[in-house]
């Protein structure tokens, strides 16, 4: 029985029939029907907020032990596994959804893609616990059928006002703001286009998610409609009326984005006292099934499950495709610490994985190089000859459409062709004023056109070398550093041998 068969709510026999016609999905990848790489089948679990209980990593690393396979965490902060050379037995999803990781509805599970903040809920600045809007947004749209039609690429976005933000890249983002009480900030496709009392956040979305459906079912096209592209198509007020939004007028000054967006990886206080999170870097975003038994087995021996509130949970993924364990007491760090590390698993922010990041690679039919092995091997060369003492930034895109990480990184490399090789462009930096603007060059400036793969960990090397011995301060950022030299000076320094470079000299 192949999965286009599957009814995709054979495991609720209370739905109604009307969830057993064929849905027309598009090419991001799910669960209830197939999705096909160069590495075999390829399926993504929603998980939505990132936030996992103990015993839902455990049937999630069950399933990875099914077929010897690793589980990777991505930027929406999900979980998918690739390589999968057969189907997804009936009895694999139906203990999924029994988990609370796959919707009743298996037609409508595409869409829960809800982002939050890692940190929602334990988070010393946030204005607002989003957590609980979260579980009410995944059970509007894990039960209304009729949203199948939606894009798989619909996702909503909350940020509470956490010090650890989530990128502003959502169709949906709302976000809370003090005005002498809190509200939301509603924006669409990226627009803000007003405020709402907290409580009356569901309806909204569903309003706007109503409007949404119906241009969906009228669009004849090879892919689904996108939300961007709707607002672009009508514009975003003639969205909000047509959803007939009651909304509240924007403040008059501007309401800045949060830009903290990379979660603190090592040890943190959380605003509940006397309790810690610890931030957990993964390599690429990748967690064998043995490591997520062993962090089930740690949340439930260390963490205060008494003072976790309701539908809290103490695994939260991350949209960098790392990690956060929470509610572990003070008093018992360093029993968690080192079961970590007998886990493999590090927590230090200088730590190069804490900061690497890369697309899925030769799997990817539009990649020019292999980002995983070469993102790994740079990684493992590092470790072995450089002692990071500020965290670094590395992404690799194997094509310039950065499905990754969108924006810049300290330093980005993107995959092209130079005599007929794959090979990488080197961006660094931020654009300087005199050059185009940020929008068409995202990487920041282009500090090399043409690097193979096996002469970049040296390149790299060399380039972090110089910037310990020759920054400013201690504290001077590297994209700071980088901006203060000439394209041409910081090229001489790549070409220089690894002594020559550690020196300073060109």
């Known amino acids: 029985m192949s999965l286009q068969s599957l009814d995709p709510t054979v495991q609720n026999p209370r739905v109604s029939t009307e969830a057993q016609k064929p849905i027309a999905y598009d090419a991001c990848p ?62 694999v ?21 809800i982002m939050a903040s890692p940190t929602a809920g334990i988070d010393r600045a946030q204005l607002i616990d989003m957590t609980p809007f979260v579980r009410e947004l995944d059970e509007y749209l894990s039960s209304h059928l009729e949203l199948a039609a939606l894009s798989a690429k619909f996702s909503i976005g909350l940020d509470g006002g956490e010090q650890v933000a ?14 002498n009480g809190i509200y939301f900030c509603l924006y669409l496709a990226g627009v803000p286009v007003g405020m709402m009392k907290p409580e009356a956040c569901v309806g909204a979305i ?40 009651a909304l509240l007028p924007l403040p008059p000054e501007q309401i800045p984005l949060n830009a903290h967006a990379q979660p603190p990886i090592g040890i943190h206080a959380q605003r509940q006292t006397q309790l810690s999170y610890i931030g957990i870097s993964l390599p690429l975003g990748r967690l064998e099934p043995w490591q997520l038994h062993g962090l089930a087995d740690l949340v439930e021996e260390w963490s205060d499950s008494s003072r976790i509130s309701q539908g809290d949970r103490p695994l939260r993924l991350t949209p960098c495709q790392n990690l956060l364990i929470s509610h572990i007491p003070h008093a018992v760090l360093p029993q968690a610490q080192r079961q970590l590390q007998r886990l493999d698993l590090h927590y230090s922010s200088m730590h190069v994985y804490s900061g690497l990041i890369a697309c899925a690679g030769k799997v990817c039919a539009s990649s020019v190089t292999d980002t995983q092995t070469d993102a790994l091997t740079l990684a493992n060369y590092l470790d072995k000859t450089i002692q990071l003492d ?58 090399d056109a043409a690097i193979f793969p096996e002469h970049l960990p040296s390149r790299i090397l060399r380039m972090l070398q110089m910037y310990q011995q020759q920054r400013t301060a201690p504290d001077q950022s590297f994209r700071t550093f980088i901006n203060q030299y000439s394209i041409a000076q910081l090229q001489q320094w790549c070409d220089a041998s690894p002594s020559d470079a550690s020196k300073g000299e060109v």
């Open 206 to 245: 569903a309003a706007v998610a109503k409007v949404y459906l119906t241009a969906s079912q009228n669009y004849e096209a090879t892919r689904k409609l996108r939300l961007k592209q709707f607002v672009q198509n009508i514009g975003v007020q003639a969205l909000c009326d047509r959803a007939q939004l």
């Open 166 to 179: 989530i990128a502003p890249h959502n169709d949906i983002l709302l976000r809370a703001i003090d005005l």
């Open 30 to 91: 799910g669960l209830f029907y197939p999705t096909f790489a160069k590495d075999g089948r390829l399926i993504r679990i929603r998980t939505p907020g990132g936030n996992l209980s103990s015993q839902q990593a455990r049937v999630l690393a069950g399933v990875g032990d099914r077929w010897g396979k690793p589980l990777q965490v991505t930027n929406r902060a999900n979980l998918q596994i690739r390589g999968l050379p057969a189907e997804i037995p009936p009895e």
């Open 390 to 447: 500020r965290p670094i930034t590395i992404h690799f895109s194997g094509c310039p459409k950065s499905c990754a990480h969108p924006g810049a990184s300290d330093l980005t490399l993107v995959g092209t062709w130079v005599e007929q090789r794959p090979a990488y462009e080197l961006y660094g930096g931020e654009n300087e004023p005199l050059e185009m603007p940020a929008s068409d060059r995202p990487f920041g400036r282009k500090l």
């Open 93 to 113: 999803l139906s203990q999924l959804q029994a988990a609370g990781l796959a919707a009743r509805i298996g037609a409508v599970d595409h869409l829960r893609n």
